[in-house]
């Protein structure tokens, strides 16, 4: 178990990262505009599942692996690359209405009809397509593991569990003002047609910028 001071520091520097605009908060920031805060807290949840899952990788050696693998890193790439097209494509032929989410959302279907799960996955998936994020931990998460207090196995999986739940308190801040937006929004059906372009043409630039990394960038 890392020390008390050393998990603080981590959680500091963590919150930082979270709070630092980058793809994950924004994909928190789109959906739950577009979908209402109940989605934009379950793809909240799928990023913390892929947060853990990337934790995972780093504990038992599978990102050394994959940060050796051309080919594996290219498959990770290119999947989330084609992942976040489908999302742009389903952005741009979203349909709009004025209100009525209230129903939706009471019987356990976010804003469009999607139930939560379909959007967790949406966040789990987001988040472990993507090798740079993979990269980044096997980077980060050892560097506070003292091998002198015991396992840097376990000491990883208790920074990757402190790092979640720092990414879960952010996130979901995000996600419950931009569901505030979003109900906002459903007022208008030109806003919503605003929106759904504007998240069409972020998720291809988001593509785009996923299939321009290089093993060496992570």
């Not at 009809?113 to 949406?122: E, L, N, S």
């Not at 208790?158 to 931009?178: E, K, P, Q, R, W």
Request: proline residues 4%.
């Amino acid at each position: 178990m890392p020390e008390t001071l050393v998990l603080w520091q981590f959680a500091g520097v963590a919150l930082v990262l979270a709070v630092t605009p980058g793809p994950d908060n924004l994909f928190v920031l789109l959906q739950s505009a577009q979908h209402g805060p109940r989605a934009g807290l379950a793809v909240v949840l799928g990023l913390c599942i892929g947060v853990l899952g990337h934790t995972c990788a780093v504990a038992l050696g599978l990102a050394a692996l994959v940060a050796a693998s051309a080919a594996a890193f290219a498959f990770l790439k290119i999947a989330g690359a084609l992942y976040l097209l489908w999302l742009a494509w389903q952005a741009w032929r979203a349909p709009v209405a004025v209100a009525g989410a209230a129903s939706d959302q009471q019987s356990g279907q976010c804003a469009v009809g999607r139930p939560w799960y379909v959007m967790t996955g949406r966040g789990v998936f987001m988040n472990l397509s993507n090798p740079k994020v993979l990269m980044f931990f096997l980077a980060f998460l050892p560097q506070f593991a003292d091998p002198a207090i015991g396992s840097v196995a376990s000491q990883v999986m208790v920074f990757g569990a402190v790092f979640a739940v720092v990414t879960l308190a952010v996130f979901g801040a995000i996600a419950c003002f931009s569901g505030w937006f979003a109900r906002l929004l459903r007022q208008s059906i030109r806003a919503q047609r605003v929106l759904n372009r504007t998240a069409s043409m972020v998720f291809v630039v988001l593509a785009a910028r996923l299939l321009t990394l290089h093993r060496s960038s992570g």
